[in-house]
């Protein structure tokens, strides 16, 4: 017997998965307590209608007048005595109707009576503000009394019933954080891909369909990003086989930009690879590059705005942020503004100041992050 209650016990969290099998959970209950029959149901807040769930060995019709009942707390004793009743603890009727009381009630005589169904029970599985989710229980007429050895296994079951049903709910919230993160990621406006390894990334935004879309030099094949501009294809391969494999020395698995020309002749796309550090997330797991595309095309005033006003940057710091972002040197910055190199320079030491960075790639990360609302450390 302690082998069934363990298997029980067992089935209880495999019931876990896309919807959780409350069917499977009741017949391993109900067949470790000598088949005792079974009821699960569901009462929402502030009605006094019962929901059916599932059930094992229980009379259909039983469930049926127990649905269709019209049944408020001064015609059932379960829902007059449902706040008393403590949640995953098993009580026999009788501790709260006395057996004359019950014989005499509607409820017995539509739900009991007709099947010889005896010592009644019911036990709260889990209560929250919307609903109660609770079994019934009952013996047939050649079963002996539910006795304190099956309210024992019911009790201990319970209690990993509950847990495996609260598993279920957090899966279900995780899963819920996911969508919510990858939507989130589709908002952006610069492409997103995350890698596992050197090979076909496991997370790519909309944006970056988008811009594959195009087919302007950069597009998603069999075997990852694939560049027409050779150069910048073997300078981006080399950068992300080295973050993929942990084995490298970290100089090795920094990162970088690639600059990929356009057939076009549009600006340069700016792809920058950044190391994640194997990071693992939901369904995302073990991710150890993140590939951002740039397309200079592409404003991202609102975007860098925020980032801007979070740091309390200057309208040039600013700017100068946002043309990082896109893989400007500061030469070429400082050239494009018409400002001397130096003006430049002390815009960006401003910004490592009132950012607490001290190097352009810190800044950059720092800046990709706030944007994209994930942590790349």
């Known amino acids: 017997m302690q082998d069934d209650l363990l298997s029980a016990i067992e089935t209880c969290y495999d019931c876990v998965g896309d919807s959780f099998d409350f069917e499977r959970a009741l017949a391993a209950i109900g067949k470790v307590t000598d088949e005792t029959a079974l009821c699960l149901l569901s009462v929402h807040d502030g009605s006094q209608i019962f929901s059916p769930v599932a059930?094992?060995?229980?009379?259909?019709?039983?469930?049926?007048?127990?649905?269709?009942?019209?049944?408020?707390?001064?015609?059932?004793?379960?829902?007059?005595?449902?706040?008393?009743?403590?949640?995953?603890?098993?009580?026999?009727?009788?501790?709260?109707?006395?057996?004359?009381e019950y014989f005499r009630s509607q409820l017995y005589r539509e739900t009991a009576a007709p099947w010889g169904l005896h010592s009644d029970g019911a036990a709260i599985l889990d209560r929250d503000r919307q609903k109660t989710l609770l079994y019934r229980f009952s013996r047939y007429p050649d079963q002996d009394e539910v006795?304190?050895?099956?309210?024992?296994?019911?009790?201990?079951?319970?209690?990993?019933?509950?847990?495996?049903?609260?598993?279920?709910?957090?899966?279900?919230?995780?899963?819920?954080?996911?969508?919510?993160?990858?939507?989130?990621?589709?908002?952006i406006d610069f492409g997103l891909l995350l890698f596992r390894d050197p090979d076909m990334p496991v997370f790519v935004n909309q944006a970056a369909h988008r811009i594959f879309r195009y087919r302007d030099g950069l597009d998603l094949g069999r075997r990852g990003l694939v560049f027409d501009d050779r150069e910048a294809q073997r300078e981006f391969d080399s950068l992300i086989q080295a973050i993929c494999a942990p084995g490298n020395a970290i100089t090795t698995r920094s990162g970088g930009v690639v600059r990929v020309q356009r057939p076009s002749g549009e600006k340069s796309y700016n792809v920058m690879i950044v190391p994640m550090r194997g990071r693992t997330g939901g369904e995302v797991q073990n991710?150890?590059?993140?590939?951002?595309?740039?397309?200079?095309?592409?404003?991202?005033?609102?975007?860098?705005?925020?980032?801007?006003?979070?740091?309390?940057?200057?309208?040039?710091?600013?700017?100068?942020?946002?043309?990082?972002?896109?893989g400007t040197s500061l030469e070429d910055f400082a050239a494009k503004r018409n400002i001397s190199r130096n003006t430049a320079k002390s815009q960006l030491h401003s910004i490592f100041a009132k950012t607490d960075t001290s190097r352009q790639p810190e800044l950059v990360s720092l800046l990709l992050r706030s944007i994209a609302g994930i942590n790349l450390d």
């Not at 408020?72 to 829902?79: F, N, R, V």
């Not at 005033?301 to 100068?320: C, D, H, Q």
């Open 55 to 100: 059930s094992y060995n229980f009379p259909e019709g039983a469930v049926e007048a127990t649905i269709k009942g019209s049944w408020d707390a001064g015609s059932h004793s379960l829902l007059k005595n449902l706040p008393f009743i403590r949640e995953r603890m098993p009580v026999l009727r009788r501790t709260f109707t006395p057996d004359e």
């Open 147 to 187: 006795d304190h050895d099956i309210l024992t296994r019911m009790a201990l079951l319970n209690t990993h019933l509950w847990r495996a049903v609260h598993l279920q709910k957090r899966l279900g919230l995780l899963e819920q954080a996911v969508i919510q993160s990858n939507s989130a990621l589709d908002l």
């Open 287 to 326: 991710v150890h590059a993140a590939v951002f595309i740039f397309d200079p095309a592409v404003k991202t005033t609102t975007a860098i705005s925020m980032f801007a006003s979070s740091y309390g940057l200057t309208p040039a710091e600013a700017v100068l942020a946002q043309d990082l972002a896109q």
